[in-house]
T-cell receptor, first 115, second 114 residues
Framework: AQKVTQAQTEISVVEKEDVTLDCVYE???????LFWYKQPPSGELVFLIR??????QNEISGRYSWNFQKSTSSFNFTITASQVVDSAVYFC????????????FGQGTELSVKP | DAGITQSPRHKVTETGTPVTLRCHQT?????MYWYRQDPGHGLRLIHY???????DKGEVSDGYSVSRSKTEDFLLTLESATSSQTSVYFC?????????????FGPGTRLTVL
């Protein structure tokens, strides 16, 4: 069965620190997709990244980077030089092929960045 | 940003009353989804639609029904609301090139059942 685990419920850092949010997934499919979403205090869900199972290249976008490792079924998210505006709940999600695009979400990690 | 609106944005209702939430999109996307968000559970899929009049159940569909008579509208109905259905409800759309495309979410509806 498919499952996404975000073991870190809450993380608190001081501004400019680097922080890594962990995501571990379970799936029997060989074709699947992984996502990260951000939910700021205002409540909306903001898409950050989509990665398919055949592309293990790490990705960097500004201060954000993602490390996808199929060998450990992990898709971790690192924020470099964190800022107060990064404070939010971050969700990792999994979608399997031929499943209607249904997203399986992790429980979320609440990141608090203090000045 | 994807053109997705949800109405109402907030609703307080009493146990046993019917409630309908509306999701409206202006993107002409094929796929639409309803999720609920509860503390400790992340988001869980209630129902989804893969076309007009084509719908299917998700992980937590009991007590909910949906309808999609037009591409742009996806309705979620609680036939007889219960306190366990107090939650934040999100609609999402996808489908530019397939059903595993990125899902974009609406602003959410906060429902309180007393």
């Amino acid at each position: 069965a498919q499952k996404v685990t975000q073991a870190q419920t809450e993380i608190s850092v001081v501004e400019k620190e680097d922080v890594t949010l962990d995501c571990v997934y379970e799936t029997r499919d060989t074709t699947y997709y992984l996502f990260w979403y951000k939910q700021p205090p205002s409540g909306e869900l903001v898409f950050l990244i989509r990665r398919n199972s055949f592309d293990e290249q790490n990705e960097i976008s500004g201060r954000y980077s993602w490390n996808f490792q199929k060998s450990t079924s992990s898709f971790n998210f690192t924020i470099t030089a964190s800022q107060v505006v990064d404070s939010a709940v971050y969700f990792c999600a999994l979608s399997e092929n031929n499943q209607g695009g249904k997203l399986i979400f992790g429980q979320g990690t609440e990141l608090s960045v203090k000045p | 940003d994807a053109g997705i609106t949800q109405s109402p944005r907030h609703k307080v209702t009493e146990t046993g009353t019917p409630v309908t939430l509306r999701c409206h999109q202006t993107e002409n996307h094929r796929y639409m989804y309803w999720y609920r968000q509860d503390p400790g559970h992340g988001l869980r899929l209630i129902h989804y639609s893969y076309g007009v009049k084509d719908t299917d159940k998700g992980e937590v569909s009991d007590g909910y029904s949906v309808s999609r008579s037009k591409t742009e509208d996806f309705l979620l109905t609680l036939e007889s609301a219960t306190s366990s259905q107090t939650s934040v409800y999100f609609c999402a759309i996808s489908g530019v090139s397939g059903n595993t495309d990125t899902q974009y979410f609406g602003p959410g509806t906060r429902l309180t059942v007393l």
